[in-house]
């Protein structure tokens, strides 16, 4: 369970990137975070990657206590969260399967199963095909997928995306989707900010609208924005 309370998250002391945050996030829910450019989405999620650390308040996944978490224990913490960020960092002279094994070794996860547990991370994400190619030779929506199955590849009990469909077209951003929700399926946790109102609206799930660093919704089954658009049709 994922737990904020009264966060407060300030990076220049002169504005709240995120303002008395409170919520909590069972596991196995699916949470879009919505909200204008500049609301605080990617901030509530490095929060809780820690790539972030919070100015105010108490944060804690599961039994892990963010705001006490030292430098010796976070490559732990974060091998249990599946992070899709947003900029599609891969090592550009590596082949896809060698992206997700440089994972596990740099977690030493996997040992003589390591290929077998990549492969697996690529099967979830239709890509065994191109484990032999350079991430040059990948269209977008495969280097995102490549990204998905490196984020997924420890199995992880979270997976937070920020706008992890920002770049795709609609045929590549229905099949990540279908990624995440699949996953969610399973009883992962995923948390993904987007500014996809379709998706939102098409596939219900809880919505946590964030405005100016606070929480100004949070709808299950909810909408991208009120009203609903209505040329919202999507099938999925
Ligand atoms: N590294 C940083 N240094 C200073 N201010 C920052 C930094 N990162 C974000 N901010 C500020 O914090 C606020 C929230 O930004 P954040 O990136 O969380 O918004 P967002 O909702 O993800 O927006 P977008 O939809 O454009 O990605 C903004 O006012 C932004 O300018
Ligand atoms: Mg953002």
């Given at each position: 369970m994922i737990k904020f309370t009264d966060v407060y998250k300030t990076y220049n002391q002169k504005r709240w990137a995120l303002k008395k945050v409170n919520c909590e996030i069972e596991q196995g829910e699916f949470v879009y975070l919505v909200g204008k450019s500049g609301a605080g989405k990617t901030t509530f999620l490095k929060l809780l990657t820690l790539e972030e650390p919070l100015t105010r308040g108490a944060l804690q996944i599961g039994n892990a206590n963010l705001t006490t978490m030292t430098e010796?224990?976070?490559?732990?913490?974060?091998?249990?969260?599946?992070?899709?960020?947003?900029?599609?960092?891969?090592?550009?002279?590596?082949?896809?399967?060698?992206?997700?094994?440089?994972?596990?070794?740099?977690?030493?996860?996997?040992?003589?199963?390591?290929?077998?547990?990549?492969?697996e991370a690529l099967a979830e994400v239709d890509l065994v095909d191109v484990q032999k190619k350079k991430p040059e030779e990948l269209s977008i929506g495969q280097r995102q997928k490549v990204l998905i199955a490196r984020a997924i590849v420890n199995q992880p009990k979270i997976i937070l995306a920020d706008e992890p469909t920002g770049n795709l077209d609609d045929k590549s951003a229905i099949e990540t989707m279908r990624i995440f929700f699949r996953l969610n399926q399973k009883g992962t946790t995923v948390i993904m900010s987007t500014h996809h109102s379709t998706i939102v609206n098409t596939v219900r799930h809880r919505v946590l609208e964030i405005n100016e660093g606070q929480i100004v919704r949070d709808q299950s089954e909810g909408s991208y924005g009120q009203p609903t658009d209505g040329r919202d049709i999507f099938y999925i």
């Open positions: 010796k224990q976070l490559p732990m913490f974060r091998r249990q969260l599946g992070i899709v960020s947003q900029n599609l960092a891969l090592l550009e002279n590596m082949t896809v399967l060698e992206n997700i094994l440089y994972v596990l070794r740099a977690t030493d996860f996997g040992g003589r199963y390591a290929k077998k547990r990549a492969l």
